[in-house]
């Protein structure tokens, strides 16, 4: 009898927004508690919904939507996208750097995969959004954590970025506003990654979901802003500022030295 074993792919990917704790929360519902539930960013279920102008907009161009778009996603859209970041001042972008997705997880994985060989290591915070890890090493990679310090009110920790990196480093990730902790890095922190990656020719990752969730009139500094010397890309969606986490809107943006890749 054939036995089909697991791929080794997956000996490193955990998920656990998804996996154990979550089925431990499927059983305590089973037994009839009412669970709060935080773990995939769901706004729905808790009133949060779209603005009905987004969704009458939906409605009415769904007959146009039959067909395949543009690879990199509707022109449209990307158009938009572009007109929006060249207002934000990012370097060197052309509407061909804008790529389109299902989410952002799906451009994660797509990025990875296309960036990657086998032993290949890219710099992720810890703690970090557990699809990054995940995508690292189903292409191939390896992911190696960087320490986030909650006694530095999550900030990370420059000098441990700094021994973490080898002949394999290929990139690093920077998730700003952060994800699971909630911190906005300060332009200085910025500032001193981006000067590691221009030190040792990384390409940067900047995930910026949550860009537009800042509040107490604090801002966020895009980091393709601070490297336009660097091959950056930036990921950011509507799912989180919209209310349309079921719609999987999401972009990625090239920017800067795009002669690295």
């Given at each position: 009898?054939?036995?089909?074993?697991?791929?080794?792919?997956?000996?490193?990917?955990?998920?656990?927004?998804?996996?154990?704790?979550?089925?431990?929360?499927?059983?305590?519902e089973?037994?009839?508690?009412?669970?709060?539930?935080?773990?995939?960013?769901n706004?729905?279920?808790?009133?949060?919904?779209?603005?009905?102008?987004?969704?009458?907009e939906?409605?009415?161009?769904?007959?146009?939507?039959?067909?395949?778009?543009?690879?990199?996603?509707?022109?449209?859209?990307?158009?938009?996208?572009?007109?929006?970041?060249?207002?934000?001042?990012?370097?060197?972008?052309?509407?061909?750097d804008?790529?389109l997705?299902?989410?952002?997880?799906?451009?994660?994985?797509?990025?990875?995969?296309?960036l990657?060989?086998?032993?290949?290591?890219?710099l992720?915070?810890?703690?970090?959004?557990?699809l990054?890890?995940?995508?690292?090493?189903?292409?191939?990679?390896?992911?190696?954590?960087?320490?986030?310090?909650?006694?530095?009110e999550?900030n990370?920790?420059?000098?441990?970025?700094?021994?973490k990196?080898?002949?394999?480093?290929?990139?690093?990730v920077?998730?700003?506003?952060?994800?699971?902790?909630?911190?906005?890095?300060?332009?200085?922190?910025?500032?001193?990654?981006?000067?590691?990656?221009?030190?040792?020719?990384?390409?940067?990752?900047?995930?910026e979901?949550?860009?537009?969730?800042?509040?107490?009139?604090e801002?966020?500094?895009?980091?393709?802003?601070?490297a336009?010397?660097?091959?950056?890309?930036?990921?950011?969606?509507?799912?989180?500022?919209h209310?349309?986490?079921?719609?999987?809107?999401?972009?990625?943006?090239?920017?800067?030295?795009?002669?690295?890749?």
């Amino acid at each position: 009898m054939s036995c089909f074993m697991r791929s080794n792919k997956l000996s490193n990917v955990r998920y656990e927004i998804r996996g154990t704790i979550a089925n431990k929360v499927n059983e305590m519902e089973k037994e009839g508690l009412e669970i709060l539930k935080l773990n995939i960013g769901n706004l729905a279920p808790y009133g949060l919904y779209a603005a009905d102008s987004l969704l009458n907009e939906m409605k009415n161009k769904i007959d146009l939507a039959q067909g395949y778009s543009h690879s990199k996603g509707i022109i449209s859209a990307r158009q938009a996208i572009y007109n929006h970041y060249k207002k934000a001042d990012f370097p060197s972008i052309d509407i061909e750097d804008i790529y389109l997705g299902n989410g952002v997880s799906e451009l994660i994985i797509m990025c990875m995969q296309g960036l990657l060989n086998d032993g290949d290591e890219v710099l992720v915070p810890m703690p970090d959004y557990p699809l990054w890890t995940a995508a690292v090493h189903l292409a191939g990679g390896k992911a190696v954590h960087y320490f986030c310090d909650e006694q530095a009110e999550w900030n990370p920790d420059i000098n441990d970025i700094k021994k973490k990196i080898t002949t394999r480093t290929r990139a690093i990730v920077i998730i700003n506003p952060n994800n699971p902790t909630g911190a906005l890095y300060p332009t200085s922190i910025i500032n001193q990654m981006v000067d590691i990656a221009r030190q040792n020719k990384l390409m940067i990752f900047s995930d910026e979901i949550y860009d537009k969730l800042v509040m107490d009139g604090e801002s966020i500094t895009s980091v393709a802003t601070l490297a336009p010397d660097l091959f950056v890309a930036t990921l950011n969606g509507l799912s989180k500022s919209h209310c349309i986490t079921g719609f999987r809107v999401g972009w990625v943006v090239f920017s800067g030295n795009k002669k690295m890749s």
